[in-house]
């Protein structure tokens, strides 16, 4: 099981904490993707003395060390550091694999830190299995295949991380225990509904219990997100600027003028100025080309 994921930061709460991701990681510590297969969510811990979530992410900003998460979770922060699409290097080695499945490419990775004398808090394990809780949603990985797609460090490779959560395995069946609760407790959940309009009921293209889910949906057929009870939830924003009086154009591709005729070639590489403008009629470059468009075939510059 694996799912294609293109959502880059996710922009849902996760036990109550506002996931930030204005300290992005190194581009030297990750693979970049337009989207990738995902299958696998793997837990880490940071195994300092004493650190924050935001103390690691600033780490990974200012230093090019090939290394990477997507997420540091602390008792009241969560930072994400990597977009989910891209790929963090987190469980590889040179060494063996013990795992026949699991690697970078095909996971994703949370991070937990250690402010109690490298010992993760109670606090950071809970936020951490709401987050691990809410990946597994994005990857439909269901209560009952928990044990197979949630692994530890320690699974993949063999490195003894999560430290607690490999001397302890009581300590990793009850985290695991933690985030199958989560996924069980949200079995009747929202759905979110992608169309034009709530109304228009036939535009439906997809139905979808994580938002982040929808809104990938939307933003590829351009249409707007609703939960369960018909609001708006994500609206499908038109990025193309208007055309008005005076603004610098380029000509789509390929494009007639108004009157249906076509235009020499060299005419859709140049930027011209709209001179005059009437409804839906814009007349470019008088002293020049002198040659009206329609305004859907104009791309503002
Ligand atoms: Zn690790």
């Given at each position: 099981m694996s799912k294609?994921?293109?959502?880059?930061?996710?922009?849902?709460?996760?036990?109550?904490?506002?996931?930030?991701?204005?300290?992005?990681?190194h581009s030297g510590n990750y693979d970049n993707e337009a989207k990738r297969n995902v299958s696998y969510i793997v837990m880490h811990y940071t195994g300092n003395k004493d650190d924050t979530a935001m103390n690691n992410a600033k780490f990974f900003n200012t230093n090019d060390v090939n290394v990477s998460a997507h997420f540091f979770v602390d008792e009241t922060n969560i930072y994400q550091s990597?977009?989910?699409?891209?790929?963090?290097?987190h469980c590889g080695t040179k060494g063996k694999y013990y795992h026949s499945k699991c690697r970078n490419e095909n996971s994703f990775?949370?991070?937990?830190?250690?402010?109690?004398?490298?010992?993760?808090?109670?606090?950071?394990?809970?936020?951490?299995a709401y987050l691990c809780a809410y990946l597994c949603e994005i990857l439909n990985i269901k209560a009952s295949e928990v044990d197979t797609y949630v692994l530890r460090h320690y699974d993949v490779t063999h490195k003894k991380c999560p430290?607690?959560?490999?001397d302890n395995a009581d300590e990793w069946?009850?985290?695991?225990?933690?985030?199958?609760?989560?996924?069980?407790?949200?079995e009747k959940k929202e759905v979110y509904r992608?169309?034009?309009s709530w109304e228009e009921e036939e535009s439906q293209t997809g139905a979808f219990s994580v938002l982040d889910n929808a809104i990938a949906q939307a933003q590829e057929d351009k249409l707007n997100v609703y939960?369960?009870?018909?609001?708006?939830?994500?609206?499908?924003?038109?990025?193309?600027?208007?055309?008005?009086?005076?603004?610098?154009?380029?000509?789509?591709?390929?494009?007639?003028?108004?009157?249906?005729?076509?235009?020499?070639s060299f005419v859709y590489n140049n930027v011209y100025k709209v001179d005059e403008l009437?409804?839906?009629?814009?007349?470019?470059?008088?002293?020049?080309?002198?040659?009206?468009?329609?305004?859907?075939?104009?791309?503002?510059?």
């Open positions: 294609s994921i293109s959502t880059g930061y996710i922009s849902t709460k996760i036990n109550g904490i506002a996931v930030k991701a204005n300290i992005k990681s990597v977009e989910l699409r891209d790929e963090a290097w990775a949370i991070e937990m830190t250690t402010a109690g004398n490298y010992k993760i808090s109670a606090k950071t394990i809970e936020n951490s430290a607690q959560m490999v069946e009850s985290f695991k225990a933690t985030v199958k609760n989560i996924l069980k407790s949200k992608v169309r034009k939960d369960s009870s018909g609001k708006e939830v994500y609206t499908y924003k038109v990025t193309t600027k208007a055309v008005t009086k005076g603004c610098k154009v380029k000509i789509k591709k390929g494009a007639k003028d108004y009157n249906g005729q076509k235009v020499a009437n409804g839906k009629r814009a007349v470019l470059d008088k002293k020049g080309i002198c040659t009206a468009f329609h305004i859907d075939n104009l791309i503002v510059q």
